[in-house]
């Protein structure tokens, strides 16, 4: 019984993650230029309900050498509200889980008075989702391993591609992807 509920769950992770496209939530690592004055800004459509983490960090290797080189901050909600903020730092860290749908901003700036002429490159590791979850302390606490872990990775995927189709039928957008696919 075990091993048909496993195939089952593998089949149909396999089909739905072959043809959902952006369903399910990843981790979404980038790099971003911040120009010497203004600000760069990243925004993720995301559901309630739902873990955010992200890590970011100076990576420009011509100012390393630099220590004074800083960046600062600011994530907010889809109304505005402010969910994190840090000012003149190298690197940072952000976690939260989201209450409303909608548009989440992180905006990045150069900090301080050591504003660099040609701007500065960060790194941003965006996790949201079942990217965000702790499958080494999943697998310690259930005490499994291999290919059981994996299998319960694909339950969590099929469970957050059944979530997100359920928002986009909600919100409308739904006919729109499957007709667009």
């Not at 369903?23 to 993720?44: H, M, Q, R, Y």
């Not at 890590?55 to 960046?71: F, G, R």
């Amino acid at each position: 019984m075990a091993e048909r509920r496993a195939e089952a769950i593998l089949l149909v992770a396999l089909l739905l993650l072959g043809c959902s496209g952006h369903l399910v939530p990843v981790t979404e690592a980038v790099w971003l230029t911040i120009p010497s004055s203004g600000t760069k800004c990243v925004s993720e459509e995301i559901q309630s309900n739902v873990v955010v983490l992200a890590d970011y960090y100076i990576v420009d290797e011509e100012h390393a050498h630099l220590h004074t080189a800083t960046i600062s901050s600011r994530v907010t909600s889809p109304y505005g509200n402010n969910l994190h903020h840090n000012e003149n730092v190298t690197h940072g860290q952000f976690a939260f889980t989201t209450s409303e749908a909608g548009n989440y901003l992180a905006c990045f700036w150069i900090g301080g008075k050591h504003q660099e002429a040609a701007g500065l490159t960060i790194g941003l590791d965006w996790k949201i989702g079942i990217a965000a979850k702790d499958w080494e302390s999943v697998a310690k606490r259930e005490k499994i391993q291999g290919m059981e872990l994996e299998l319960l990775k694909l339950e969590g995927a099929v469970q957050a591609i059944h979530d997100n189709l359920i928002y986009l039928k909600n919100r409308g957008g739904y006919h729109q992807y499957i007709s667009g696919h």
